[in-house]
């Protein structure tokens, strides 16, 4: 039980290192250890540094990765959320020569649409946050933004962190040293008023007469340094029609203008010295050639610090080089192998973890409650999952009915508000917009104005985060005009899909859905008419179900939150009625346990009135005849452990006699012994039938004890002696003959003093195989030995007065002696006993012997053994000689005798042809 504990709160120890571990790197956990790469997923921007690290924003804005040169991840940042649901998102970042990247992160509302604030957040070389360096708050309705905040552009130039902040009216460069580790904020250090009714879109350059800005009505105009502005693109007579939009706006090492023209679908560069000269650095075709596939759909590019162009799209990363060659796409990073080994490491503590609960069950069940587990933990197993499971289900059937009407709800919703579009925009107005040039003009602002009105009105949290978009239809083409992302321009294409062209031809208002990496979608558009009933536009509802979800799981965390309530308290008013009914069972559970340790006289004491009260009385009852029943069942055990031994039913495998049958059987290898009292006929013809009985018992209980003593037992009884078998020590089973013969000498001494003659034994000791069983027949059954050990060590016994010796043993027991040199016995050699066809090698044991037999023939020991040596090997002479001066020793000695005449004889007359060293003893 100690070690079971010990065990217990080993477990426990490492399974509370395993979770602290597991919860430190919760992160890690979502890496595949064998995974090498990770794909990447809704790419919207990626830089260079100068060291060729590349900088990657994923994930729809949701992440930065850092990679080396050969494309390895180094770290990634992720994005956070606002205390009360919102949404950080990265916008646009640098880095400086010392590994310090600085980002735009803007925070938006729990729907991704407002912009709520911004921030220009500095990040440590190793990815940990460094601080925030300025802040811009957009808390004032006026100044109203979607998806993209007011600030532009960050770069580091000479040590300097600088950026744009677009005013409105003006747009304004700050700048700050990127060595600054104080609390200082970035100062602004220029602005440039906007022309009349234009609006930044984009802004590069950092120095007064350098810098440049995009429109969001299509211009590029260069900042002066006396804070005027000039036209750059387009110029009057420029061959650019009214859709050439220049976006992802930058300026290259030399100074020279980089944009993508979605229009075209390609990047065109732009020299400010010729301003009538539009280059095509890259597009589909010139990709193509290169084995790169480019969609120009979502493309952003960068300028690297080697004049490389770095051309971003969803999926894949394509560089530029200043030499017009293009690289193979990146699709994917690389996982180093510190991250993939750590990967291995969680993973490893993870099923660790497993293994080492499945001990902790094992521990539990199987050793400290030795698999037992107690009727309270199992009612409570079964009935709270069972009630929980109730709840679960009965649950999932509500959630999913309520989900799906939410649903349902959603797109009806959705309709309805597509459809109120027609009452929103005036489609003759909407005719009226025709370039980019018209953005933020009167109608656009009424436009604006309608739909915020209807979709603010409500400020329900299940009626927010509606994205609204107004869709131009001009010569079959589907035209951006107004939407709730800044980052969108008028008048880009919209890709054509099977719902809007069924709006745009049919008139019909179609609903439908879409996921993408920025969230799951659900929309609805309807057709906007002009006065003349045409078809001039499409307006367009949609809501992103991560506010629905979130509305959903907040629902779904409400009823997980009361079914675990309901468990809890189900599971202590579960726990306290089985402690009360159980009670009374504990109580007679410790009554029957001492009734079953022995304590019979154990009453059990139950008032409860009930049927537990009643069991009680049961089992007092079944107590009273238990006790009687086993005083009979011990007294019949031990009457019939006097007719076969316990250790006989127990080579049998069997419990009692009640299970012994006919033919059982088994096979041993023991020690056999077999003993003996010479010349009982003759000393049982001088007593009566009483006598003899009398004088057996007497002997047989003198000399019995033993063979118990040295864990024999008795087989059978032959008149004046026994059968014993010793299945352990063949040691034991020799001390026991040699006490036994020790105590005949005490035995005849106490016969010497009645007058009574004294008594001679002989003892046969043989060790081997035999096999105990069961004969006889269906009404008489005995357990018997059948073996030839039996008869080997019948023959010793009787052999043993002619070879003047107590205790004969073969050399079966001699090899399987453990400790021999505590006996003491001589070697007779090989001897041919009558009706035996192998002749056996037989000892003498005389240490049971008196004092003088003792002494005589451990003196002679080594001259008698050396005799029975020059016999087996035919010097007769050698020996007969030898065995005299034996003799001459112990005159008493009758196997040297016996040695003696044979070798005499053997000596005169010579050996017959069949002679083999044996000695033939009768």
């Known amino acids: 039980m100690k070690k079971s504990i010990a065990a217990l709160l080993l477990v426990l120890l490492l399974l509370g290192a395993a979770g602290t571990y597991l919860g430190f790197n919760r992160a890690d956990i979502q890496l595949w250890p064998f995974q090498k790469s990770m794909p990447f997923d809704g790419l919207s921007k990626a830089v260079s540094d100068s060291n060729h690290h590349l900088y990657v924003i994923d994930n729809a804005k949701k992440a930065i990765h850092k990679l080396d040169a050969a494309g390895v991840l180094q770290y990634t940042i992720t994005s956070d959320v606002g205390k009360n649901g919102e949404l950080y998102r990265f916008n646009d970042m640098v880095a400086d020569d010392q590994g310090y990247l600085y980002t735009i992160r803007t925070l938006l509302d729990p729907y991704g649409i407002n912009v709520k604030s911004e921030q220009i957040v500095r990040y440590k070389p190793d990815g940990q946050l460094d601080r925030v360096l300025f802040t811009q708050d957009y808390s004032d309705t006026q100044s109203r933004r979607y998806r993209l905040g007011s600030l532009r552009n960050v770069q580091v130039h000479d040590g300097m962190l600088i950026f744009f902040n677009d005013e409105v009216k003006k747009l304004t460069l700050y700048q700050m040293p990127t060595a600054d580790t104080g609390g200082a904020e970035p100062k602004a250090v220029y602005s440039v008023a906007l022309p009349e009714n234009k609006y930044v879109s984009e802004a590069d350059g950092y120095k007064p007469g350098g810098i440049y800005f995009t429109t969001r009505s299509g211009e590029i105009y260069r900042a002066l340094a006396n804070g005027g502005t000039e036209l750059v693109y387009p110029l009057p007579g420029l061959d650019r029609t009214r859709r050439n939009f220049p976006e992802s706006f930058h300026l290259d090492n030399e100074g020279r203008l980089i944009f993508i023209d979605f229009n075209n679908r390609m990047i065109a560069r732009l020299d400010p010295q010729q301003p009538y000269v539009i280059e095509s650095l890259v597009d589909k075709d010139k990709a193509k050639a290169s084995g790169v596939e480019l969609e120009f759909n979502a493309t952003t590019s960068s300028v690297g610090q080697d004049s490389s162009l770095i051309i971003v799209e969803s999926a894949q ?269 504990r109580k007679l559970r410790n009554s029957v346990g001492e009734i079953a340790k022995g304590n019979w006289d154990t009453v059990v004491d139950i008032r409860t009135r009930d049927e537990v009260s009643d069991l009680g009385d049961s089992v007092n009852t079944m107590a009273a005849r238990i006790r009687d029943y086993i005083t009979k069942v011990e007294n019949f055990s031990q009457a019939y452990y006097r007719f076969v031994p316990q250790q006989f039913l127990r080579f049998l495998n069997k419990d009692s006699i009640l299970d012994v049958e006919l033919g059982d059987q088994v096979e041993q290898h023991m020690s056999i012994l077999s003993f003996n009292i010479r010349g009982f006929f003759n000393l049982s013809k001088r007593l009566t039938p009483e006598e003899n009985f009398n004088f057996v018992n007497s002997f047989l209980k003198r000399f019995g004890p033993y063979v118990r003593k040295h864990e024999g037992f008795m087989n059978k009884y032959l008149g004046a002696g026994f059968i014993a078998l010793f299945p352990n020590r063949t040691d034991d089973a020799l001390m026991a003959c040699v006490e036994m013969r020790r105590e005949l000498d005490v035995y005849n001494m106490h016969r010497a003093k009645v007058r009574y003659v004294a008594i001679e034994i002989g003892i046969g000791l043989h060790k081997g195989p035999l096999r105990l069983g069961i004969i006889g027949e269906e009404q008489r059954l005995e357990n018997n030995v059948i073996s030839d050990g039996v008869n080997i060590s019948n023959m010793l016994e009787k052999m043993t007065e002619p070879l003047g010796a107590s205790i004969l043993i073969t050399d079966a027991v001699v090899q399987s002696l453990e400790q021999a040199g505590q006996f003491q016995y001589r070697n007779l050699g090989l001897i041919q006993a009558e009706g035996v066809q192998e002749p056996l090698h037989l000892f003498d044991v005389y240490q049971g012997d008196p004092e003088t037999v003792r002494m005589l023939k451990e003196r002679t020991k080594a001259l008698f053994e050396q005799a029975v040596t020059y016999y087996q090997v035919g010097r007769f002479y050698d020996a007969r000689e030898a065995f005299l001066m034996v003799l001459k020793q112990n005159r008493q000695d009758k196997a040297a005798q016996l040695y003696f005449y044979v070798c005499d004889e053997y000596f005169q007359q010579g050996t017959t042809t069949e002679w083999n060293g044996t000695l033939s003893v009768s």
Do not use: C
Not at 422 to 431: P, R, T
Not at 510 to 539: C, H, K, L
């Open 317 to 585: 990363i394509t560089i530029r080089h200043a030499d017009g060659t293009l690289t193979p796409s990146m699709e994917e990073a690389l996982y180093s192998r510190k991250d993939r080994a750590h990967a291995i490491a969680v993973w490893s503590v993870g099923v660790a973890g497993v293994l080492l609960l499945l001990w902790l069950i094992k521990i539990v069940y199987f050793d400290l409650l030795d698999r037992r587990v107690p009727l309270m933990v199992k009612q409570i197993t079964i009935l709270i999952p069972v009630i929980a499971l109730s709840m679960i289900l009965l649950s999932t059937v509500i959630y999913s009915s309520f989900s799906k009407k939410m649903e349902e709800e959603t797109f009806s919703e959705l309709v309805l508000l597509a459809k109120n579009g027609q009452n929103l925009i005036d489609g003759d107005k909407l005719e009226s917009i025709t370039s980019p040039l018209d953005y933020r003009n009167t109608v656009f602002q009424s436009f604006r104005k309608r739909i915020n009105a209807v979709f603010d009105n409500n400020a329900r949290d299940d009626n927010q985060g509606f994205y609204k978009a107004v869709y131009k239809l001009e010569n079959g083409t589907i035209y951006r005009i107004l939407e709730d992302d800044d980052g969108m321009h008028m008048f880009n294409p919209f890709l054509p899909t099977e719902e809007n062209q069924q709006v745009a031809k049919e008139g019909k208002t179609m609903t439908g859905q879409w996921e993408d990496f920025s969230g799951e979608w659900r929309y609805a558009i309807a057709p906007i008419y002009n006065s003349s009933g045409t078809i001039v536009g499409i307006f367009e509802t949609s809501k992103n179900l991560d506010g629905l979800l979130k509305h959903r799981q907040a629902v779904l965390q409400s009823i997980i939150r009361n079914i675990v309530l309901i468990s809890i308290g189900l599971l202590i008013v579960l726990f306290v009625m089985t402690y009360v009914m159980l009670s009374s069972i």
